[in-house]
């Protein structure tokens, strides 16, 4: 007979996976819309403080009440999370999409170094070899990209930097409300950003 607990773990891998190629598929669209003609010249801040706007105000009503509590941890995720963003979009506007996404996954490598210092996680050999695979396949992308800037590059490498502490956060804070930890995310960058947007209001 079937453990219960077994089948309900495989379910919550399935659904975790399926949730992750939804998310990859949202977050690609990012820079579709980036680089569309009318949003082409408002400043990479500028965006990423609207975008934090309108996601906070859309994820609030799907917040518990319950879930809501004070962790230190969440200092150091939403200071990773507004820095990512901003130096993202930033990227974005300055090189070309494809350069500034494939740099900001630099946060695979970021991810597991910080994982063995921070996390205290052990290492395998099938780690290491996939690492050196993604880090290869990353330059060769960028290496061959026409029309790129070096200040967009070394903002998107830093906003993979910001992603890898936002990952290990999130790992550190894994019984948390995950709607939770998205909304003080957003909220956090979008309050950083809001002197910047009342002084350059997007015209």
């Not at 963003?85 to 946060?107: D, E, G, H, R, S």
């Not at 063995?116 to 695979?133: D, K, Q, S």
Request: charged share 10%; net charge positive.
């Amino acid at each position: 007979m079937p453990d219960p607990s077994t089948e309900s773990r495989l379910a919550s891998a399935t659904r975790g996976r399926w949730l992750l190629v939804a998310a990859a598929v949202l977050w690609s669209t990012t820079s579709l819309f980036v680089k569309v003609e009318a949003l082409r010249d408002i400043p990479g801040p500028t965006l990423a403080a609207l975008r934090a706007l309108f996601a906070a105000i859309c994820l609030v009503p799907f917040v518990r009440f319950s879930s809501v509590r004070w962790r230190v941890g969440l200092l150091p995720m939403a200071t990773a999370f507004a820095a990512m963003n901003v130096l993202f979009l930033t990227a974005m506007t300055l090189t070309t999409a494809a350069a500034a996404v494939f740099l900001q996954y630099t946060a695979t490598p970021w991810s597991f170094l910080l994982g063995l210092v921070i996390l205290g996680e052990t290492w395998r050999r099938g780690n290491v070899v996939a690492v050196g695979l993604a880090m290869a396949g990353i330059a060769i992308i960028v290496a061959t990209t026409d029309g790129q800037s070096s200040l967009g590059n070394l903002l998107a490498v830093s906003s993979g930097l910001a992603f890898a502490v936002v990952i290990i956060s999130l790992r550190h804070l894994r019984q948390e409300s995950p709607v939770f930890l998205v909304l003080v995310n957003q909220a956090a960058s979008c309050l950083v950003l809001l002197p910047w947007l009342a002084w350059h209001p997007p015209s």
